[in-house]
C-alpha cells in the first residue's frame, strides 16, 4: 500500500512564498508519476502540477504558470511544490497524488491559506 504524506502548509501573505512536500512510502515509485491537486472551499478539486519519474514531462496548470515549481527527489521518493508569489486564491487544500498510468494513491492533505 501506498502513502503519501504532505507537509510545509499554511498561513502565508499574499505575495509570500511556501514549498510543500509530500513523501512516498510503501512501495518502489519506479515509473510514478507524482502530482499536485488543490480544493479551496466550495469548489471541486483541480489539477496543479505533474512530473513524470525521469522530470522529463512537467505540467502547470494555467492559473500557477510561473508562480509554481515542481520538483522530486527519486533518492527520497520525494515530490515538492515551491509556491511563490502566492494569491489568496491559492487558497487551498493540497493533496500529493501518485500513479503510473492515472493517479491512484493520494495524500491527506495540507492546508495553504493565504491572507489578502
Known amino acids: 500500500q501506498v502513502q503519501l504524506v504532505e507537509s510545509g502548509g499554511g498561513l502565508v501573505q499574499a505575495g509570500g512564498s511556501l514549498r510543500l512536500s509530500c513523501a512516498a512510502s510503501g512501495r518502489s515509485f519506479n515509473n510514478y508519476f507524482m502530482g499536485w491537486f488543490r480544493q479551496a472551499p466550495g469548489k471541486q478539486r483541480e489539477f496543479v502540477s505533474g512530473?513524470?519519474?525521469?522530470?522529463?514531462?512537467?505540467d502547470y496548470a494555467d492559473s500557477v504558470k510561473g508562480r509554481f515549481t515542481i520538483s522530486r527527489d527519486n533518492a527520497k521518493n520525494t515530490v515538492y511544490l515551491q509556491m511563490n508569489s502566492l494569491k489568496f486564491e491559492d487558497t487551498a487544500v493540497y493533496y500529493c497524488a501518485a500513479g503510473q498510468r492515472f493517479y491512484d494513491s493520494w495524500g491527506q492533505g495540507t492546508l495553504v491559506t493565504v491572507s489578502s
Open positions: 512530473i513524470s519519474w525521469s522530470g522529463g514531462r512537467i
